[in-house]
Each structure stands twice: as C-alpha cells, then as structure tokens.
C-alpha cells in the first residue's frame, strides 16, 4: 500500500506545494485531510501558477481523484469560488470528492474570529479571519454543521437556524455588534449545498479501496508542525493536526497505511502571526531575505517574520512526524549572504543547555538560540539538478542539517520551478 505523507516540518509556508505537486503528479489519489481555506498552497505548472486553498494540488492532473477529508473545515463559498477559478482555466475538478464528515464554515465563523481577535488586542492569535477557530470549536462542542447537512435543505434549514441564533445572540451581547440576516443566509447556502451534493463520498472508503488495490495516495497537509493545535506553539498555533498523524485523522486511516512521511522545511525558518521565534532576524540580513524568498503569505499577502534556520524545531518534527526524509527548499535564497548561521540548541537564562523543543512558551520565551556558524556560498545554484551540482559549501550546509536532525535530507530546492527541485 503505497501511501505518503508530506507535512511541513516549521510553522508552515515552507514551500510544501511545489513538493506536494510533484509527488502529486506520481499519485493516483490526493488527499487533504486538515484545516481550511486558511492555507495556501501554491504551485507552478508549465508556467502557470496556481494558488490553491481548499482543492488538493492532484486536481492539476487529469485523471486524479482528488479527495477532501473529514477532518477539513469547509468554507462552501471560498470552495466553488476555486472550482470556478480552475474550470475557467481549464482545469477540470470533476474528480473532487469531498466527505460528508466535514465541518462547514459559516458566515458567523468568520464574523466570530474577527471580533474575537480584535477584543484580545496586542494579545491575538494573528488569525486569518477565515473562520477556522471557530469552525472546529463547534466541531468540537458537537453543535457544528457538516457538509451532509448543508446538503440536505429540510435538515439545514433547521440546524442552521438553531445555530445562527445561538452565534447572534453572541454576537449581540458580547460583542456588541449588528446580527447577522440568518434568512439570507440560510438560503445563499442552501444554492451552495444543490452545487456541491454530487461532490459527496465517504472519503475514508474511497481511499481505503485504493490502498487496497495499490494504488499510489499522497496526503497533503497544511500549515505546519508548529502549527499543530497540541504539540506546536499553543496557544498561537491552528486549530487542527497538521502532523503526519493528523492525516489518518482527519481522512479515517489507520497509521499503519503509512509507509513514507516526507517534511518539507525551508533553509531558513519563516512564520506568520504572533508568538515567540527564537530565531528571528530584525535587521537588514532578515530583510534580505524577507525580499530574496518573497516572504509574503499566499492567502493574506502579509509579511513574514524571518530567521535562522533553527534545528531543534526540525529534531521536534522529525520525532513528532515520524519523518522518513527531509526536503529542504529555497537553498537558493542564502546565496550572497556571507556566513551562514544554523541553530542547534537553546541556552536557558539560568544556563542549562536545551536541546530539545519546550513543551510551553513560557520556557521559550527564556532561551537564547545557540548558534553554529556555516561558510556561506556566492554561487547562482538555480541551475542544479543534483546535489553533486551544488557547490561545496552548498553541501556541507545539507550534510550538517542531517547530523543535527537525525533524518536524511532526501530532497533540494533550489528555485520555484518543478525542475529546480531534485531527488538526492
């Protein structure tokens, strides 16, 4: 049973599209199994770019059967206005299936977030607005809607309604704000429901079956390890699983389908939103190479905060995933840059070394990143194709990442394109 995961090994928008798509156009089944249209994956194809948010990277191959899981939150809007998108680029997603099981996002769930990050001031989480948080939080207070629902007019009308109300009345006494018009609302998504209803299949079955017959399924995730809602930087993190374990969750898998979890990380570190970095660059080097990666996030067009590359993140995510193999992307962004700076463990303040990730921001917040200085490399290396191409620093940059993570580094970026990406 030939299955993959690919799982970011950072705080997300380390690159995962463009490995996504090139593992995906070797599979027969792509699979997202977590978040929502807070993601953004983007992918260069022919010379085309493609910003994906919901729909699997596999619906750019015909003949792909492209599937959403259970463990999605779906945005029913945000999803046909990205069908739509594609058709009219010619790329055809009659292949899309998406699960009964998985939550809708509602128009008060995006409402919801808003307001409760504006209330939180220099406290808040640095969310989207999407509606994510609030999604899975009736998910998980088993008051949500699910796509079976919005796809059946009598029982919608109805939940949606209790819904609509409860989150009104919320609106109204904590926030102080307008109700929403439930009326309008409940029709506009009942349209949505009548689009979306011959999409519908148990997802879980579907790829079941294709395990079984083995053929070759990839499990795409979103965000990143960090990220995840349990082990990553709580509480400014998402509010789902983007681990490898997160991908039999929210499909309804079992673990040991799995035979390959690929981590996909930058050559430096990146991430978006609040909370603590340890090695964040605030001087002209990260706006460097802020400017050099187009640090700019796919989906709200915001900056990136920058920094080293940090290794005991990457230890934290080899352990956590389970990672067969590391890619490392965008090697190209540190070319010109002098020495290179690699972060193999923290310094608490009261002087004992820290090699592995802190299980709470309040001890992250008291280390200090120890650093490894690498010789850098001048050399234009978007021409490579193997890793026997890069210049010598080149490889002994990749070489050490391997011995402070414990995990092989089984592919380079070295450019946006699908070819500037080898298997090593």
């Known amino acids: ?160 309604r209790r819904a609509g109300e409860a989150k009104n009345a919320l609106i109204e006494k904590i926030y102080g704000e307008a109700p929403l018009d439930l009326d309008s609302i409940i029709e506009e998504y009942i349209a949505y429901g009548e689009r979306i209803r011959p999409m519908l299949a148990d997802v879980s079955v579907l790829v079941y079956d294709a395990l079984k017959q083995d053929k070759r399924v990839l499990f795409e995730g979103a ?25 039999c969750i929210g499909t309804g898998i079992g673990p040991t389908a799995i035979d390959k979890v690929t981590g996909v990380a930058k050559a430096y570190t990146t991430r978006v939103g609040s909370g603590p970095f340890p090695t964040e660059l605030f001087d002209e080097m990260g706006d460097r190479i802020r400017e050099a990666g187009h640090e700019f996030g796919t989906v709200t067009g915001r900056s990136r905060r920058v920094g080293w590359l940090d290794t005991v993140i990457l230890r934290h995510a080899v352990r956590t995933n389970g990672l067969t193999g590391l890619c490392i992307n965008k090697l190209d962004i540190l070319a010109g840059l002098g020495t290179l700076r690699v972060c193999t463990a923290y310094r608490h303040k009261d002087g004992h070394l820290v090699e592995e990730f802190p299980p709470a921001l309040e001890e992250l917040a008291l280390c200090e990143p120890i650093y490894e200085d690498l010789p850098g490399f001048d050399e234009d290396i978007t021409g490579c194709r193997s890793f026997e191409d890069l210049p010598e620093n080149c490889q002994r940059y990749i070489e050490r990442i391997e011995a402070l993570t414990g995990c092989p580094v089984t592919m380079v970026g070295v450019g946006p394109a699908r070819d500037q990406m080898f298997d090593r």
Not at 226 to 231: A, F, G, H, S
């Open 1 to 160: 049973m030939p299955a993959g995961i690919v799982v970011g090994a950072q705080w997300g928008d380390e690159g995962k599209g463009k490995i996504i798509d090139i593992l995906a156009s070797q599979a027969e089944v792509v699979v997202r199994s977590q978040g929502g249209n807070n993601a953004g994956h983007t992918v260069e194809v022919n010379g085309e770019v493609y910003k994906l948010r919901l729909i699997p990277s596999g619906i750019l191959y015909a003949g792909t059967l492209c599937c959403i899981g259970c463990g999605v939150v779906v945005d029913p809007k945000v999803l046909l206005g990205e069908i739509d998108s594609l058709q009219a680029r010619g790329i055809d997603c009659k292949n899309l299936r998406i699960d009964p099981r998985a939550h809708v996002i509602m128009p008060w769930h995006p409402a919801l977030d808003g307001m409760k990050e504006k209330a939180l001031g220099d406290q808040n989480i640095g969310t989207t607005h999407s509606g994510i948080g609030p999604c899975y939080m009736d998910k998980d207070e088993r008051t949500g809607l699910r796509m079976y629902d919005l796809c059946h007019p009598d029982i919608f009308r109805e939940k949606a």
């Open 223 to 247: 965000q990143g390890t960090l990220l995840d809602i349990d082990i990553g930087t709580y509480p400014f993190v998402t509010s789902s699983h983007p681990i490898s374990g997160g991908a």
